[in-house]
């Protein structure tokens, strides 16, 4: 979708606030929102890519407006919404509704450490050979998919170079409407900084962005 | 292309489900402390192991797993050899591997080229090995200028790059992670491993900083 979320190129932000010796949370509730993000029970099938698209159609102005866990706070509460793990009211309440069942299912304490060591593992295997190869000239299809999808709006229409194949990766663009893996080939694209931003930018410097092969076109 | 033609259908569902942060108290503490109480209630999460993610996160990840690889890098040369022809397994060898950090690759700086990461998309950043990503890694200002202004970004991080260098921006818009390896100082020629591990800072593998000698 063609939201906020996707920064890449924009100007008026503002200076970047660099904080010397940052903590790793700035308040306790940061600490808990990334607790229940990692530990917490979500519906069936979720994944990180759905996690991603619940996150980017965050309204634009509460996108903007508030801080990073914050973010993670409201797109947690529309999942649970979503899938009817939980009520407005009870959301608003902080209570469960009387009568409700508790479960027995959450990630016990004593989980965490392996689900950090094993989780995240997006390579999957195709069976179809790889349409580019490394070198060579491919251009960022110009598509506009109102779902999610990983292809930053400052790349579509340019032509950039193949500069790394990684195999098959889960392709986020189904997988985050729970639609299948629907695994392709994933490549790094190196696209110069004159083909992406015009003739007044650097003749020497580069950007890069891993792109999947249906994103791709030769050029 | 079907799979681009697919389901804006559940986005109007979710979308719609965000309303209701207009109802709620704008004191995220307030929020998060409800949330925590209804999960616990209804089984949904554990108390004790959101203090286990807590710690995980506040004392066994973080920089300087990134920066042991780096000094290990910068004195065993066959290690650097296998870390940049396959970093997943040569960061695997120091059991550094783990969620948002299970595909890597390492950037080599040099003098001629200088690698910096960004997520222009969300906050993609390689956790096993730098810890949770700061602030600023996951604000707008920088997430939307890496991409078109890198000499300018990296001026604001007190870095002024000679114009002969090129710079090599990496946005993680996939599930590959990128852990930039910086040029070893000057003046640390009898430094050992973990004397180096101690010079190597977060931002310089990021890349927007370098390491000095100190």
Redesign the interface.
Known sequence: ?NGV???????G???????KD?P??????E??????R????FPSGFNIDRW????????PH?Y?S?????HW??A????L??SG??T?E???????ASG?A????????????K?????????RQVETPPRFAIGQCVRARN?N????????R?VRGKVGVVQ?H?GG??????NA???GE?PQH?Y?V?FSMRE??GPE??A?????????E?YLEPA | ?N?????????A???H??S??A??PSD??L?????????T??????P???????E???S???PRNGAKVVAKAWVDSDFKRRLLTDATKAIGELDM???????M?VLENTPDIHNLV?C????CYPL?VL??P???Y???????????D??G?LK??GLELP??????????????RYLVLPERPAGTEGMNEEQLAALVTRDSMIGVGKVSAR
């Open positions: 979708m979320h996707d920064m890449g190129g924009m100007h932000h503002g200076p970047i606030e660099h904080e940052e790793v949370f700035h308040a306790p509730w600490a808990r929102m990334l607790g229940m990692r530990g917490g029970t991603r698209h619940v996150r980017e159609l965050i309204p509460l903007l508030r801080s990073y866990y914050d706070y409201m947690y509460v529309a999942t919404l979503q793990m939980a407005r009870e959301i608003k309440s902080g209570h469960a409700t508790k479960r027995n299912d959450a990630m016990p304490p004593d989980q965490t450490w689900a950090q060591k094993t989780g995240g593992i997006f390579a598509i998919p109102s779902g999610h999808t990983r292809v930053p400052y790394l990684h990766h889960i392709l986020p663009d189904t409407h729970l639609q629907a994933l790094t190196v992406l931003w930018a650097s020497r410097d580069e950007a890069c962005a891993d792109l999947w249906s | 292309m799979q681009h033609k697919h389901a804006h259908d559940d986005s569902d979710i979308a489900h965000h209701i942060h109802e709620l995220p503490a929020r998060v402390k409800a949330l925590e109480s209804l999960l209630e209804k089984g949904l999460v554990d004790a192991t959101i203090d286990a993610w807590v995980t996160y506040e066994k990840i973080g591997l783990g969620a948002q950090g299970q595909h690759v960004v222009t998309l969300c906050s096993p810890g949770l700061p602030v600023w996951k604000s707008a200002p920088y997430r939307s200028r890496a991409v078109i890198p000499r970004v604001e991080f114009e002969h260098v090129k710079i090599r921006v990496w946005d993680s818009t996939a599930e590959v």
